[in-house]
């Protein structure tokens, strides 16, 4: 009697970011290979630590430390790895298109993470740095100390040269100017730069720092980064970006700062492809079912930045983080390997805010931890790198936690 060999259901993952590496290794866990094939798509070989590159980009931790070989996290033996750029997706055929060929796919689990949102201001795509990823970061560390080098080397007052400016005052901006504030009287003392020449200023459009965050906390914020040196300009939208500087909008005035440093850390939106691929979408993103599935496919899974979830409470989305990502990817893990085996036991996702710690500098930080408990100082630097930790070790056990954790606790 001839056995016909069923074709086993093809699982393909885009992306290798928070919700995308997290949802392969739950994954790999609970699929046999026999089962399925798992194919991860990914740019570059590594998985990075996004919400580690405003240290990178200020210099005050290596790069190496932030990412993390794939290899050392997903087991080939139980899923193929791609390392290739995605074009296109096509899910009426299944299709996905790569920089360098096509695949098929029953099961398509979408993390593409984020793109800059540049709010159509004059100049920015080609004056402004972006901390985005590895290259991006390396190139604003790189960038910022080559130009701390040339202060004494040019003649005239280049005081444009040591001047940083930040776009941007959420989480991103802040975390960066803490680092920076930190890293600057290093850059001064290797460079022979009078450190009261520097400045470093944050420009933000709306009435506040940290939109969202506790009146208290974002208090605490701004009296400790100012205390390093750290200049803010609140309610104060930028107009264009120059070759020269930033053009701003004072009080109805426009007025330039001059900079060769403009680090643009003021918006995200979801990865373009998405919207662009026919997905039913909501502000770029695919506004998901409880299961995490799009809204006209039941066999498209979307996690991370590319999917948005609306707060009930609030009547907004909740944010796009790393934490939220990694909480996806258990129901979408869960759920996909239900789908692939034909089942309906499928989880509905539930957002669980643990809290949130926004560092100002190493051995600074304050945030919300616990539903409503506040941290501030170094018990909440402590706590941040708790959080980092504890993410390494879910990701590849104690292995990985000692080779790429934070353990400077105590300088």
Known sequence: MEVIKMKKPRIVILGAGYGGIMTTVKLQKMVGTNEVDITLVNKHDYHYQTTWLHENSAGTIHQDQTRIPIKDVVDFNKVNFVQDTVVSIDPKAQKVQLEDGELEYDYLVVALGFETATFGIKGLEEHAFNITNINNARLIRDHIEYNFARFNNEPGDREDLITIVIGGAGFTGIEFAGEIANRVPELCKEYDVDRDKVRIITVEAGPSALPGFDPELVEYAMNRLEAKGVEFMVGTPIKEATVDGVVV????????????????????????????????????????????????????????????????????????????????????????????????????YEFNNMGTVASLGHDDAMGVVFGDKKLFGWSASVMKKVIDNRYLLKLGGIGLLLKKGKFNIFH
């Open 249 to 348: 909008e004072r009080d109805g005035q426009e007025e330039e700062i001059k900079t060769k440093n403009f680090i643009w850390a003021a918006g995200v939106k979801a990865n373009s492809i998405v919207e662009q691929s026919g997905f039913e979408v909501n502000r770029g993103k695919v506004e998901v079912r409880d299961d995490l599935r799009a809204p006209d496919y039941d066999n498209v899974i979307v996690v991370g930045d590319c999917s948005l979830i609306m707060n009930e409470e609030t009547g907004r989305p909740y944010p796009p983080t790393a934490q939220n990502a990694i909480q996806q990817s258990a129901v979408a893990a869960h759920n996909i390997k239900e789908l692939a085996r034909g089942g309906n036991d499928l989880q509905t």
